[in-house]
């Protein structure tokens, strides 16, 4: 039997039948034996029924994205199956309900492994209990795949043992109910056997949305606001545990204005601060994102978008949020917006969201998206004592001699100091009107058009300061990808494949997406005219801004099904486009 | 509330931006008295920020020399709250118009009071839209004719005073910008209120409201009874709603003691044993499979 080093399984069911917190738990236990793990996760907007769907991916090496398809599916019920039919490659396993579940027939397809697990009859019959269904198939799935046996029982421990015994018991009994089902009723026929990894000292596992709570943490951030809304939430849940911990503040507003709003008085008041919405909450706050650049208050916003417009697919993926975070806000609004392409970056992209943030007294958006957010990836944990925190420049009383203290002075830079009340002779009105260096109210022509300048200028050196952008250069290539967000995984691995399989292909990859990196993006251009923009959704939203911005015709590859890229779409694009 | 060491007149509060307002404005009767009341309690220049929404009313900050912050149309209060949360050392005291506070903000409003923000809030209530040139405003009276209400408002006014207490306002006033004597006491009550302080000022707007004028007031004024229990939530709300009597009541309708957010917000952090130098490692250790 050959030991597969990566492998992805596909678990469907009704929503609330536990597969996400089996799901969870599997994951877990693989990475606690070392294994990589990437997951990804469907599920329906409503709270309970439609289908669901949790996806993992195993690996010994670092996984770049949820990969094209599945090596395994297992099946909780019908539906699922449906759903999953023509998706299911010849060489593949399909594990499903069978009997006693809603699936009539026994499943004969053709090359493919088909495992029958009774997992819905042993729960009732040999467990009395229905809700048990999940772990009897986690059983089963991980002695068929060698996947993290031990640790799953100590989790199983760790989880339920604060229930009492009693609940730890009955979920080891289901576990093993399935094992010993797979090891006495199905005859292994397939290939896929995972090696046992070496357990890691210094990794975590954690959401894409905790990330970047755990990010704004490492940060420094000390005021949250921000309202309920799918996918984002996480962000709020995780800061609502942990910022207290550190003496921050964290409430939930009304509403998104408000959360905005909470957070500008707060960051004027000279305390890190940060909100996170999606689509629909980014949509109004529109008016205040311009005034944050206005005032030169800085503000971190994380966007983890959804399927729009309007309530469009909550729970699906989808990155249609980069026009509006880039040229959103009415007047000419400078702000800048970053999108992480992995749970890691989630981190690291946040702590310097903040760093810019306060370098450039600047409005930040991350474009996280709801597959990303859901994402939980085994990483590298971080060393706090290793983050870099920068300090918006502040005022210092006496500083400038006798000369009145000027809160928008023009500086070489365009950064002037902040001073935070309490501060003798700072005093200023911070102020969405057009105003002097003093912050009074002036409307001159010539005022005007300095300020404007100011706010645009300031972030002429951005694009040295954030160095978000990697390159990956390949000589003689015919086509060069530009992805953005968690595409960028994904055209990763394809570029990989592709060159496997000798194609020829460079890639770049912004994480800062506004203002475009243009010197990284047009020397990239120079090397390779013929590029390829592959994102998810219907405009070519970074196609158009780089058509708006430099000289490129890039080619758009755009999908917009509420479903995510895979390598294997991104890679057959790159053959066709190189012919 | 933090004060400032030196003796202060209310001149020295005074920028040196002069007031934009059409004169005979009631907003300067509001601004004196409210300076007034600063230099009584020698509130501190430093320590005192003045936040404020969009509209005639809220240009106030500009005109004062403490910090201040010139906002969004309706977003005073939760710029102020946030301000607020995270620098309670400060004195942050709100202001705006009717229309800023209980049509475009209005939704912030119930929320600000139940929290019980400690915030004092200043309203200049001119039953108009000034900035703007003469709208309909949502304390404007049903049948008023203004620029979009050319055959009459057709819709019923709210009532502040009865809103915020129906929310659980701690702290309800009502003032007239000419009794700057009776301003400048209730804004010194509510300045010194711990929670969430409504003051609702009577502003008239000669520019642009023709109907409610300094001289309509004179009929309508009417005392808060002396003998009066501001404790007493119903005979608070049987005062607030004489507006429905055409009666325009002045005075302190209510104030009582709650829990304040911030009060809130520091009982979380002690649950949390909350520390400036938590060490991030205990977190993340939280996550290791
Ligand atoms: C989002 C938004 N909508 C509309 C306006 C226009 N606007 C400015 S002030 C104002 C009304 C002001 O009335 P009020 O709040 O009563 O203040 P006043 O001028 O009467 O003191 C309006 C509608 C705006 N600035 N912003
Ligand atoms: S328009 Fe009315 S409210 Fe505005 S300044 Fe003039 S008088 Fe005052
Ligand atoms: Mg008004």
Known sequence: MTKANDLIIRIGGEGGEGIISSGDMITQAAARSGLEVLTFKTFPAEIRGGYAMYQIRFSHEVILSEGSGFNVLCCFNKEALDNNRSQIEKGSVLIYDFPGGDIAEEQNIEGVHCYPVPMSKIAKEELSTYRSKNMVAMGAISELFSIGAIPLRELIQEKFGKKGQEVVEINFKALDAGAKHAREHLKKTDPFQMDEGKPQKDVMIISGNEAIGLGALLAGVKYFSAYPITPATEVAIFLSKHLPKVNGNLVQAEDEIASLANVIGASYGGVKSMTATSGPGLSLMQELIGMSSMMEVPVVIADVQRGGPSTGLPTKHEQSDLFLAALGSHGDASKVVLSPEGVEDCIYLTTEAFNIAEQYQVPVLILSDGSLGFRTSSIKKPDPSKIKRIERLKYEPGANGDKPYERYELTESGISAMSHPGQPGGNYISTGLEHAPSSAPRYSPENRVSMTDKRFGKLDTLEDFVQATEVDDMDGAQVGVIAWGSTIGTAREAVKLARAEGVKVAAIYPKLVWPLPLKALNAFAKKYPKTLVPEVNKQGQLASLLRMKTDMKPISYNIYSGMPFTPKMILEKIKEVSK | ?289
Not at chain 2, 77 to 104: H, Q, T, W, Y
């Open chain 2, 1 to 289: 509330m933090t004060t400032a060491t030196e003796p202060m007149k209310s001149k020295d509060y005074k920028s040196t931006v002069p007031p934009t307002w059409c004169p005979g404005c009631g907003d300067f009767g509001v601004l004196n008295a409210v300076l007034k009341a600063f230099a009584d309690k020698t509130m501190s220049i430093d320590d005192t920020v003045l936040v404020s929404g969009i509209g005639c009313s809220s240009r106030f900050p500009y005109f004062v020399k403490t910090y201040g912050m010139h906002t969004a149309h309706g977003r005073v209060l939760p710029v102020a709250a946030g301000l607020k949360m995270s620098r309670p050392d400060l004195n942050v005291i709100a202001f705006g118009g009717d229309g800023d506070g209980f049509s475009i903000g209005g939704g912030h409003v119930p929320h600000v009071v139940r929290k019980n923000t400690d915030l004092t809030y200043i309203l200049m209530d001119n039953s108009i839209y000034g900035l703007t040139k003469g709208q309909v405003s949502p304390t404007s009276q049903v049948g008023m004719v203004t620029t979009t209400t050319p055959y009459g408002a057709p819709d019923n006014p709210v009532n502040p005073l009865a809103f915020c207490l129906t929310y659980g306002a701690t702290y309800v006033a009502q003032a007239y910008s000419s009794k700057s004597k009776q301003v400048q006491e209730l804004v010194t009550g509510a300045m010194e209120h711990k929670g969430f302080a409504f003051v609702n000022i009577i502003s008239p707007c000669p520019t642009f409201n023709k109907i409610n004028t300094f001289d309509s007031y004179k009929e309508s004024l009417e005392e808060v009874p002396a003998d009066h229990d501001t404790s007493d939530l119903n005979a608070a709300l049987k005062i607030a709603l004489r507006a429905k009597e055409g009666k325009t009541p002045i005075g302190l309708l209510y104030k009582v003691e709650r829990p304040t957010l911030v009060e809130r917000l520091t009982e979380i952090r002690q649950k949390a044993k909350g520390d400036d130098n938590f060490d991030l490692n205990k977190v993340i250790d939280q996550y290791i499979p």
